[in-house]
């Protein structure tokens, strides 16, 4: 078997006027991702571990933000993208590890939706997704609530 593991990490504002999207989920909150997509942090971390592990570059090359094609897309559609790219080069993933930083709101009952989600995205079952979500301390812009992250690790296998 060959593996390769690949690494992102994404972030977006926070802004008023926009959903909070996060892995698929609408998560009831003032402030939303402020992007040129819908702002899918979780799933933009995803797609582009998964393009790292591939080597093809990352969501930029695939997905400009300068394009009107993709102004305000739907997340979901960059992940099954970049599935379709990994399954062409004839891999699928072993197991994904994902962590959300967001000071408010607590996704703590979001999170199985959310893994469920990935899970399904992914063509796994859901005990290959782990999803875990921390606020950072009051540090930094996430720290204050002006901004959401998300770290994603993949490892796919041949």
């Not at 909070?20 to 799933?43: M, N, Q, R, T, W």
């Not at 009107?68 to 559609?77: A, C, G, N, V, Y």
Request: include cysteine; charged fraction near 30%; hydrophobic fraction near 40%.
């Amino acid at each position: 078997m060959e593996y390769r593991v690949g690494f992102s990490k994404d972030i977006h504002r926070l802004v008023e006027e926009r959903k909070l999207i996060i892995a698929g989920v609408v998560v009831p909150f003032e402030k939303g991702e402020l992007a040129h997509s819908d702002g899918d942090v979780v799933y933009h971390a995803i797609a582009e571990s998964i393009l790292g592990a591939l080597a093809l570059g990352d969501l930029g090359k695939h997905f400009p933000d300068t394009s009107e094609e993709t102004k305000d897309m739907d997340s979901t559609l960059i992940v099954k993208h970049v599935i379709s790219l990994m399954e062409e080069k004839g891999f699928s993933v072993n197991n994904i590890d994902v962590f959300v930083s967001l000071e408010k709101p607590k996704l703590k009952n979001y999170i199985e939706q959310m893994r469920a989600n990935i899970a399904s995205l992914l063509k796994v079952d859901a005990s290959l997704v782990s999803l875990k979500a921390g606020t950072n301390e009051g540090c930094g812009e996430v720290g204050r609530g002006e901004a959401i992250e998300a770290s994603s690790i993949v490892m796919l296998k041949k």
